[in-house]
C-alpha cells in the first residue's frame, strides 16, 4: 500500500524579525567575546536611598539635566515609521518583566512564546495586561482568544536563553517546548502548562465571569509626543541609552531599584535555517 499522503505544512510562520531587525549589524560574536562573563554569583545588596537628607521641596538631587535640550518627537509624524515609534518605546519604558506566555491550539499543540509588553494592572480582581503586536493574531493570541486560557511564567537571569529561543518563527503546528528544553509542568484550573524553571507562574482565564466590586479602571492611552534628552537617543530617534535614562524599578513593599548592568541576546535565526540543522530536526522528532 503507498504510504498516506503528508500534508503540505508551512516551514515557518511569518519572519516578524526580519522587518524589525533586533540583532545589531556587527560582529556579534566579536563583540561579545570582548566583554566581561556574567556575574552568577552576584547577590542582591542594599543600599541608602539616592539622598537620605533630601527634604520637601528640594527636588531633584542632581541638576546635570539642565545641561541637555530635550528633542520632541512626534510618534504621528508622516516621516517615522512603525519600527522607530516601536523601538523608542521598548527602550524608555524599562524595566519591563518578560512574559512567557504558555497556551494550547485547538489541535492540542502547547506553544511557547516571550512576550515583553506585560504587567500587572489591577489587583481586585487580580489583572494582568498583554499586549499581542501585529497586524495578524500570532499563534499564541490565536489560542488565547479560542480557549479564553493561558499560563504565564516570570523570566530569570537563569533561562533566560531558553526564553530567548521560542522567540522563533515556528510554523503553528509545532510547538516550543522541546526547542527551549524548558521543562513543562501541569497546571491545576486551566489546561496551558507552565514552566518548571520559573520562580513565579501564573494561570489565566480570559474575561471570567463574576460579581466584582469596582476598584480600579484601566485607561489605555495613545502617545502623541515625546520628549527626549539629546544625550539619551541615538542618531536614527529609535532608541534611548539605558545608561543615561538610569531607569528605577519598584519590587514589592517600599523597595526600589536601578538599572546598571546588562547584556545583550541575539534573537534566533529564522526557523527554516534551524530547521535545517540536525539538532532542531532531532528535537521536532522527538
Known sequence: ??????????????DK??????NPRIDFAAVQGSR???????TWQWTKTTDPNWQ???????????????????????????????KIMISSTVTRPIALVSSVSPSDVQILAPFSYFNAVSV??????????????NDSLTNVLESGECCISIVS????????????????????????????????????????ESAFSIEYKVGED????????????????????????????KTVDIGVLRPVWRGGGITYGSCFGGWKTERPKAFRELNETQRVQSLNRS
Do not use: C
Open 1 to 14: 500500500m503507498a504510504p498516506s499522503r503528508v500534508e503540505n505544512r508551512p516551514i515557518e510562520a511569518f
Open 17 to 22: 524579525e526580519a522587518l524589525v531587525q533586533r
Open 36 to 42: 566581561p562573563s556574567y556575574n552568577h554569583t552576584q
Open 56 to 86: 520637601p521641596g528640594d527636588g531633584a538631587t542632581s541638576s546635570t539635566w539642565k545641561d541637555y535640550a530635550l528633542f520632541s518627537i512626534d510618534p504621528h509624524s508622516p516621516t517615522r515609521t512603525h519600527n522607530q515609534n516601536y
Open 124 to 137: 481586585d480582581p487580580p489583572l494582568y495586561s498583554v499586549s499581542f503586536v501585529g497586524t495578524e493574531p
Open 157 to 196: 537571569d537563569w533561562f533566560l536563553e531558553a526564553v530567548n529561543f521560542p522567540s522563533v518563527n515556528t510554523p503553528r503546528h509545532i510547538g516550543e517546548w522541546r526547542v527551549s528544553g524548558l521543562h513543562p509542568k501541569p497546571s491545576i484550573k486551566v489546561h496551558a502548562l507552565h514552566v518548571g
Open 210 to 237: 463574576g460579581e466584582w466590586v469596582r476598584t480600579a479602571t484601566l485607561v489605555l492611552f495613545e502617545a502623541v509626543m515625546y520628549h527626549v534628552r539629546d544625550d539619551a537617543i541615538d542618531e536614527k530617534m
